[in-house]
């Protein structure tokens, strides 16, 4: 992908247009960190940019984006620009397009995200920040106090930057993280959790978590549980133990499964008909939370007599006949009893032994 991005950059040049891949592609590679994200900046306007290329997609003109399709791959492209008025401390309401490097570079969030590569593969380092990707340290570019008020994101950035290539903060930024960590109020439940899941979801999440308490910000982020919950490796397990369904987006089927897991949680242990009722994913992630083995859950799973109940060895139909009795909710009584039995392995699933059960037991029965 690297390959076709410089020649994108090659096509910008040839063109006599500046152009280079920027931010963190550039800072992960320098970090040996696979990644295929990849983002360009040009002096090259938008309207520019659709006279070069053919497959040109608008992705947010306001803002001087393009997203250009070539070869297979596609390439978000920015044009140089200077931010002028930010409006709800998230958003540049005004912007300038400019024709220099550096002023685009001094508008970006962090320093470890300024880093340039031209169309030959070098590295370029305009603002000389690689001495803080050297001693792995995350700052502002400029001063904190603005950086930070004009975009409210930049804060759960700065976590999750910090969390995911375990970074340390330096004192000043992280000082103003927590004077204004209360602008998150006002920044979309969306681009929240986003930021949220990628810090939950990083091998390094303890650190994000000590870095939300310490930052003050569970209350605002109506994440107070977070103290106390076992950061698993499964992220309906985690929001699970937030309960915060009703205030962050989700849909439908993750609601469903974190409130299946929450009655599944109640349980002290995980029996072979509950992993039949529950399914082997959450029970999983009930291993998970609970510190148990998933191996020896998933062989469990595997010996199970039956997991599902269109593999029991009758039909409803066939035990009304057996019963003598027209159809009725009576079946459905029956037919859980029948896969508790199996599934504990007091009744073996072939139809002579549960038509023979079946007599024994409920012959005699009344139902309603």
């Known amino acids: 992908m690297e390959e076709k991005a410089l020649e994108i950059l090659k096509i910008l040049n040839n063109n006599h247009y500046e152009a280079y891949v920027?931010?963190?592609?550039v800072r992960d590679t320098l970090l040996n960190r696979?990644?295929?994200?990849?983002?360009?900046?040009?002096?090259?306007?938008?309207?520019?940019?659709?006279q070069i290329f053919d497959n040109v997609s608008i992705s947010d003109m306001q803002y001087g984006s393009v997203v250009v399709a070539y070869k297979g791959y596609k390439f978000d492209i920015t044009t140089f620009r200077k931010e002028i008025k930010y409006e709800g401390n998230r958003k540049p309401v005004k912007i300038k397009y400019i024709k220099d490097l550096k002023k685009d570079l001094l508008r970006r969030d962090f320093t470890i995200n300024t880093l340039c590569m031209n169309?030959?593969?070098?590295?370029?380092?305009i603002l000389n920040i690689k001495n803080d990707l050297n001693?792995?340290?995350?700052?502002?570019?400029?001063?904190?106090?603005?950086?930070?008020?004009e975009d409210s994101?930049?804060?759960?950035?700065?976590?999750r930057f910090a969390t995911i290539l375990d970074f340390e903060i330096e004192p000043k930024t992280k000082h103003f993280l927590l004077k204004y960590g209360y602008l998150l109020k006002t920044l979309s439940m969306n681009r929240k959790k986003e930021e949220l899941d990628r810090i939950f979801i990083s091998k390094n999440k303890e650190k994000g978590r000590k870095l939300l308490i310490e930052l003050n910000l569970t209350s605002v982020l109506n994440i107070n549980k977070l103290n106390n919950i076992v950061l698993c490796t499964d992220l309906i397990g985690i929001w699970c133990q937030l309960e915060v369904e009703d205030i962050y987006?989700?849909?439908?089927?993750e609601k469903e499964q974190m409130k299946l897991l929450r009655e599944l949680l109640k349980y002290d242990e995980i029996d072979n008909y509950l992993l039949y009722k529950y399914g082997l994913y959450l029970c999983t992630v009930y291993n998970d939370i609970k510190g148990l083995s998933k191996r020896k859950l998933n062989t469990k799973y595997q010996?199970?007599?039956?997991?599902s109940r269109k593999e029991i060895m009758i039909k409803g139909e066939e035990i009304s006949k057996i019963l003598n009795k027209k159809p009725g909710k009576y079946i459905k009584e029956i037919m859980e009893d029948l896969e508790k039995n199996i599934l504990n392995n007091k009744l073996n699933n072939t139809y002579e032994d549960i038509k023979k059960y079946i007599i024994e037991e409920y012959s005699n029965k009344d139902f309603e």
């Open 22 to 25: 920027v931010g963190g592609y």
């Open 34 to 50: 696979k990644t295929n994200d990849i983002d360009i900046c040009t002096s090259a306007t938008p309207k520019e940019i659709l």
């Open 119 to 125: 169309s030959n593969g070098d590295i370029i380092d």
């Open 135 to 149: 001693k792995r340290i995350l700052r502002t570019v400029g001063n904190p106090r603005y950086r930070i008020k």
């Open 153 to 159: 994101l930049r804060i759960l950035r700065c976590i």
């Open 249 to 253: 987006p989700f849909t439908k089927v």
């Open 303 to 307: 010996n199970l007599p039956i997991t």
